[in-house]
């Protein structure tokens, strides 16, 4: 509660420089009967920004900087026979005293335990009192320095869009800055894996049993199987895809032609939301649907007919994942047929073509490369779904082309690799990382080859 009401105070703040530089720019304007440089609100909204973001940068240092310098002065306070026993791990000693601190307590806690917690506690109160003190000080003169530079001169339109300008770009940076730690530590520890199982293995393998890693250490023999063959995994990553495009494909793609081309404006007003509702579900609940509601059925009409499917069969996976991107190749497509202009449909007209004609040989043909466009990223985003097929597809790395068998995926393989506490010293854990960044690869792929087929098929409209 305490930083909510330390950001409540600082938004505060900020709003009444808001109204004090928006007052001080009207009463220059009216006092000196002059024309500002910018409207009277660009006024406040500077001194706003003046206030607001260096107080946020503060007190986002004392957030992050605190318990890091925590953490450092706490190891004063642990024993010297702790810190000397052969089980020690700071880490775990952290969490101990974090956990009393927090009032997590299991069982009676070791009295330097109890104690540490009790210097860490008075340690955050006063960190509360000197960040809350900070803030609001840098608040106060930050914005009182912005108040002082409005005058008939100041042009504060120009400066807040540098200011804004400049948040666009830091955020922008943040964004690509993360894209590529995740990316570098995918491939640094893709690469401890590779160097423990060769890659041929792992890209043509197909057995995939990782249990075998206890086999391994103890030099019994098993090093020369594939267990951890990938081949299976992508195999049923792939056949699950192949499922959900089957359904969303045509069902996306034909109501993307209704609502775009035959429905009223008001059956699109009501229709398009509601289909769009389907992008707002949690995937857990696709997942518990497949699962409870989808698998079950499918089990039972395929007794009635007799056929054996699996509980958790590639089917009832891949017609939820179906249901669940039906939404993206549905508004993409949408976009793209609305945007072929007008005056095309309208020479069809004028040609005798009918409605269906026109829509078949005109606007679809016209739309074409950004409907392939939609499906690719839609492949892209069934590829990398993880919940549904966890919960629906099981874990059994089948090397099959039988949507009634039960195969798995790679997503629910880095889940069930990484679930629990892993030493990410084994090449089972590591494993979860090399086949993240082949489906990384992939993905990727598959962006660049639907931007390739926008760019190459685009027609240029005026």
Known sequence: MFNFYLLIGIIFISLLFFIIGHNEAKNIKKINNIKLHSLS???????????????????????????LLFASLIQNYVPIEVVNSEDYNFTIVLAQIKNSVEGLIFGTPDQWVTDAAEVWKSWVYQSQILTSISCIFTAIISGFL??????????????????????LAVSS??????????????????IRFF???????????????????????????????????A??????????????????????????????????????????????????????????FAALTVAPFLRSSGSVLGLDVASESALAAGLVMGIMIIPFISSLSD????????????????????????????VLPAALPGVVASIILAVSRAVGETMIVVMAAGLAANLTANPLEAVTTVTSQIVTILVGDQEFESAKTLSAFALALTLIIITLGM????????????EQYE
């Open 231 to 288: 081949i299976p995994l992508f195999a049923g990553t792939f056949l699950i895809s192949i499922i959900a495009l089957c359904v969303s494909v045509p069902i996306g793609l034909f109501s993307a032609i209704y609502l775009s081309e035959y429905a009223t404006s008001k059956e699109r007003a009501f229709f398009k939301p509601l289909l769009e509702i389907l992008a707002g579900i949690p995937t857990v609940v696709y997942g518990f």
């Open 195 to 229: 160097a423990l199982i060769p890659y041929d293995d792992f890209l043509f393998g197909t057995v995939w049993n990782p249990q075998f890693e206890g086999a391994e250490r103890a030099g019994s023999g098993q090093e020369g199987l594939s267990q951890y063959g």
């Open 447 to 458: 962006n660049f080859y639907a931007l390739h087929i926008v760019k190459k098929y685009r």
């Open 173 to 190: 940076i943040i964004a690509i800055l993360t894209t590529v730690a995740i990316i570098f530590s995918v491939v640094f520890e893709s």
């Open 41 to 67: 609100h660009y006024y406040g909204i500077f001194v706003l920004l003046a206030s607001l973001l260096p107080s946020l940068g503060m007190y986002f240092i004392f957030t992050i900087g605190d318990d």
């Open 146 to 167: 912005g108040y002082r530079k409005i005058n008939h001169k100041f042009r504060s339109r120009n400066a807040v869009e540098k200011i804004v300008m400049s948040i």
């Open 335 to 362: 976009d793209v047929i609305n945007a072929v202009p007008q005056s095309l449909r309208d020479a069809g007209y004028g040609l005798g073509s009918t409605k269906n004609e026109t829509v078949m040989k005109i």
